[in-house]
Every structure is written in C-alpha cells, then in structure tokens.
C-alpha cells in the first residue's frame, strides 16, 4: 500500500516524489511499484478519468508499462503537481487530489474527467459480497477461502473500499454498512 507520498512537477516537466526519511526521487519508468499499485486505483476508483488516460495514450498500449506509467505519470501531473507540505497526496492509499495550476484550465476537454475526477463509490459486485461476509464476521482468510481469491486481493478490495467511502478502517466499513447502506 502506498503511503504518505508527496508528488510535485518540477519547472522543467518531470514529476518529483518524496516520503518522509527518504531523499527526494524522479518519478519515473522505473518506478514500477507504484505504477502497478497506482494504475489499479485509477482504474477502479477513477474509471472515467482512465478511459480518458487510456484514450489519450492509446498509441503506446503496446508496451504495457510505458503505457501504464504515461498514464500515472499524467494523472500525478494533474492531480498531484503541487508541493503541499499539509497533507501527503497519497496517505494509506488514499488519494488526496488537489487542484494544480494548469494553463489548460478552461480549455481542456478532459477537465473534470482527468484532473479532479469524480471518486467512483458505487460498490462493484465483489465488494459488496466482501463487505457482507465481513459483517457476518469472517476474517479476510476466510474470506479468500470463501470466494477463492488471495487474502490479498481481499485487502485490496477493503483498501479500495474505504477510498471509495472516505473511511478509515475496516470497522468503519462494518459500521457504515450494519446501518442499512448495502
């Protein structure tokens, strides 16, 4: 999970991130770990804004990861560029999107799609069903046992979860839904 990350855009073009007690890095190519762990969350949380990514740099579709990190590389650029020192643009794999100075803004027929795009927060299948078998008290093994997936993926699905609602903890999802959301 990626957490406290600070991403800003240099003058020079190129994307910049720090962590606290790590030396300020490139964000590039070679960063594929939060390429892979990005592009997921993107897809899922931001569906619209990937379609768009994905339309804009359909030319490069043929090298995956080339193709994966122009996508996150533009949606950091979008959505992360500024340096903040209040909050980290990314906290526990949640995405804190701030509104960055662009010289598109009011011409650009992706804004509102690519830069501060809409959360998705409509459960899929899947994460309902995660969700149900939490609430009747099965931990996340059993659930994996249950559904056949890896107890990894059923994190994800909670990580995923509680970006889409903005809650904290799996109790937190428990409680939100115990009250008769789903």
Known sequence: MLDKIEFYTSPDGSVNMTSPG???????????????????????????????????????????????????????????????????????????????????????????????????TKLTAREEEIVRLRIQGMSNLEIADELCISPYTVNRHLQIIRSRLKLKSTSQIISYFTDGKI
Not at 36 to 42: D, G, L, P, S, V
Not at 66 to 75: C, G
Not at 96 to 110: A, S
């Open 22 to 120: 790590e030396p300020t890095r490139v964000f590039d190519e070679s960063c594929r770990e939060i390429v892979t762990e990005m592009i997921a969350t993107i897809r899922e949380l931001y569906p619209k804004a990937y379609e768009a990514l994905a339309e804009l740099y359909v030319s490069s579709k043929k090298n995956v990861s080339y193709f994966e990190y122009r996508i996150v590389h533009r949606f950091i650029r979008c959505n992360f560029g500024e340096f903040d020192t209040m909050s980290h643009d990314i906290d526990k794999g949640r995405y804190n999107i701030e509104q960055v100075k662009c010289p598109l803004r009011g011409e650009c027929r992706n804004e509102g799609i690519i830069c501060m795009p809409t959360l998705q």
